[in-house]
Nanobody, 120 residues
Framework: QVQLVESGGGLVQPGGSLRLSCVAS????????MEWERQAPGKERERVAT???????NYADFAKGRFTIDRNNAKKESYLEMKDLRPEDTAVYYC??????????????WGQGTQVTVSS
């Protein structure tokens, strides 16, 4: 069984910063793309950022210039550094990974999410 666990969420004032972490564990043969997504109350889940195995990144427009995704392949971890946070960034943030869970079986795995609240 593969599990992703996020951490680092919390309450921050507008303009502040947070760093989210995600660690994968379990029966993992390989991981390729890792992503961060978010879901605000009453809204659909949206992609925040993607990082490939070799470090190529892609960001949603709202994240460009403020958020940075990174990963440590050896530790099976991904990170989301968020700066200049705004109230509209308030959401549950989820990490995900495209994971080889068996000899010929790949699937996306998601964590349980971590709450980020931006408020004064």
């Amino acid at each position: 069984q593969v599990q992703l666990v996020e951490s680092g969420g919390g309450l921050v004032q507008p303009g502040g910063s947070l760093r989210l972490s995600c660690v994968a564990s379990g029966n993992i043969f390989d991981i390729t793309n890792m992503e961060w997504e978010r879901q605000a109350p009453g809204k659909e889940r949206e992609r925040v950022a993607t990082i490939t195995t070799n470090g190529q990144t892609n960001y949603a427009d709202f994240a460009k210039g403020r958020f940075t995704i990174d990963r440590n392949n050896a530790k099976k971890e991904s990170y989301l550094e968020m700066k200049d946070l705004r109230p509209e960034d308030t959401a549950v943030y989820y990490c995900s990974a495209f994971t080889k869970v068996a000899a010929s079986s790949w699937r996306w795995v998601w964590g349980q999410g971590t709450q980020v609240t931006v408020s004064s």
